[in-house]
């Protein structure tokens, strides 16, 4: 069955657009055009997940999302505007699920969106570490882009939870080696970098470009942490 | 620094200095007037009237003196016109010299003497018994106390009027810092407080008028990106069958567009924040070799902490790199992160046409352009100077040098924290 989303945004254009969009990977979309017409819409109908207009004409997002979470606990997706951190962080705080900044992407709202959807009733997300599109799920040792699990060994996967738990740090391969001393060695022992390698063939876009994974040549490596610009 | 009102009290002082000099020296002229008045004159009658006779028996001339000395309470003497004394009473006085005495006040050894020559050349010479100081000592105590007085009484007042002035200054200094919630306290009902008043109702004004100001700016971002993003959705709605080059090249303009919207924005929220709003350790080579990923760059050099805003500090990263791929030609650009000292350095290299020295400064002026430069149309104009900005925000500073080889080199010092790596 279609999951069912609720867009609240006073731009009925970018709605109408969305509404098409998401329509043709499978969503049923209704709009609202004010926070006072979604509410009403919430009370009679039931949402899968809600895509919510930081700025709207009747209210503050914030106040709003603040409000629904009392009553409700419908998965939300913040718009908001760039270039405003704050609103990012307190969204969050408020009890939104995810944000996006506009402008957006299509595709990385859909993505936000099924991943949103699939975390719903799973309570532990304490334990995922999201960078942008990507996953770190650490009670399940899988990595998903997008929402689609990625293939990576073990050992890869402890190589990437010491990199992005230290995410925005210049580590050396020393210090890696000894993030990853208590790891079982996989069957045939390959070099840090190899092993690096591979994860960014599984992570990475362009793994010729890597933009999550990086290398400071004679220094070691960095995982980035801003990755949703 | 002149203190105000320490003028006003040295001034004060100077006055009353002057006042008392001259209360004393008016005095001291009267004093040295030699002639006799007319009431010595008929005072010396109504005394030879009292007194018996030249004649009578020194036993009533002594009788006459001692009812004199009682109800005066002088001590009293009365000679001959020759000198020789006829009687006294009271304390002896000092030695009597005809020659020289004259009727009228004199200072004497044991206080102001009073001689009066009667009509029958007898002389009477009367001194008050000493029970107060020279009355010029007196005189002069009086007014030094009341100098004093004045002088006491007026330094609270004084010194209350320049402590408001000086809260008024600090008021002033926090307004023009950038606190434009910044209002002093309303004293009194004379000119300063007047003046306090007005300072508040002018502070007020232009805080409404700055959050106007701001209010428009991010009510316009947000108005701009609502079209943008419809744009973006709409550009990425073409589909396949669209032609790929117009497609990345409106999705690039939108990217474009939409950090022109955010420097904008960024530059005006600066301008209100006199500080930064949030510190964390960042580890400036990876920052560095984060952003430069985006543009395909990798960067060399050593971990070197700094304590600063995450987001502020991208955002120089940002400019700079971008900057060097607008207008440092074709060849590579080279990025480094070293520590110097106590100090983080990060610098941006290329191989442009460089800048003029006489331009290195002008550069970090907003909206400031290369004379003769192409005009390529793109970047806010704001780009360096928010490198700038930032990096003087961190306690560091920011300066365009000529990179080895031609082409422009741009370093960013900031202070660096503690410890390595």
Partial sequence: ???????????????????????????????????????????????????????????????????????????????????????????????????????????????????????????????????????????????????????????QFALLMALAERAGRVLSRDALMDLLKGEKLEAFDRSVDVHISRIRAAIEDDPKKPRRILTLRGTGYVFAKDQDR | ????????????????????????????????????????????????????????????????????????????????????????????PPRFNPMHARTGWRRGPGGPNFTLQLPDGRWLVARQVRERPNPALWIAAALGLVAVAVAIAAYPVVRGLGRRLERLKAGVEQLGGGDLSARVRVE???????????????AQRIEELVTAHRLLLANASHELRTPLARIAVAASLLGENADAKTRDSLKQDVAELDQLIEQILLASRLEALPTLERREPVDLLALAAEEASHYD???????????????????????????????????????????????????????????????????????????????????????????????????????????????SRFRVELPATGGEG
Wanted: charged share 30%; with cysteine.
């Fill in chain 1, 1 to 155: 069955m279609a999951a069912r989303i609720l867009m609240i945004d006073d731009d009925n254009r970018l709605a109408g657009m969305v509404q098409d969009y998401l329509g043709g990977a499978g969503f049923r979309v209704t709009i609202a055009g004010t926070a006072g017409d979604g509410e009403t819409l919430l009370k009679r109908e039931s949402f899968d997940a809600l895509i919510l207009d930081l700025m709207l004409p009747d209210a503050d997002g914030l106040d709003f999302c603040r409000r629904l979470r009392q009553s409700n606990d419908v998965p939300i997706l913040m718009l908001t505007a760039r270039g405003e951190p704050m609103d990012r962080v307190v969204g969050l705080e408020l009890g939104a699920d995810d944000y996006l900044a506009k402008p957006f992407e299509p595709r990385e709202l859909q993505a936000r969106l099924r991943a949103i959807l699939r975390r719903k009733g799973t309570t532990t997300t304490t334990d995922v570490l999201r960078f942008g599109r990507l996953e770190i799920d650490k009670g399940s040792r899988v990595v998903r882009i997008d929402g689609e699990e990625r293939p990576i060994t073990s050992y």
């Fill in chain 2, 1 to 92: 620094m002149q203190r105000l009102y320490l003028q006003f009290y040295i001034t004060i002082l100077v006055v009353l200095a002057v006042f008392v000099g001259a209360a004393v020296l008016l005095w001291r002229l009267a004093d040295d007037d030699n002639r006799t008045p007319q009431y010595l004159d008929v005072a010396a009658e109504l005394t030879g009237a009292l007194l018996p006779d030249i004649d009578a028996p020194k036993q009533d001339q002594q009788r006459a003196i001692e009812v004199l000395q009682r109800k005066l309470r002088f001590d009293i003497a009365l000679y001959e016109p020759d000198g020789d004394m006829i009687a006294m009473a009271g304390k002896p």
């Fill in chain 2, 188 to 202: 009194g009902r004379d000119e300063v407080a007047a003046l306090a008043a007005s300072f508040n109702r002018s």
């Fill in chain 2, 297 to 407: 760059l990798e960067v060399e050099g050593e971990p070197v902490m700094v304590s600063g805003d995450r987001l502020l500090l991208r955002r120089l990263i940002r400019n700079l790199v971008e900057n060097a791929q607008r207008y440092g030609g074709s060849g590579p650009i080279t990025v480094t992160v070293t520590r110097e000292g106590s100090r983080a350095v990060l610098d941006v290299s290329d191989h442009g046409p460089g800048v003029p020295e006489a331009e290195r400064q002008r550069i970090f002026e907003p909206f400031y352009r290369l004379a003769g430069g192409a005009e390529t149309g793109r970047g806010s104009g704001l780009g360096l100077a928010l490198v700038l900005d930032i990096a003087r925000r961190h306690g560091g500073d920011a300066a365009c040098l000529a990179a080895e080889g031609g082409g």
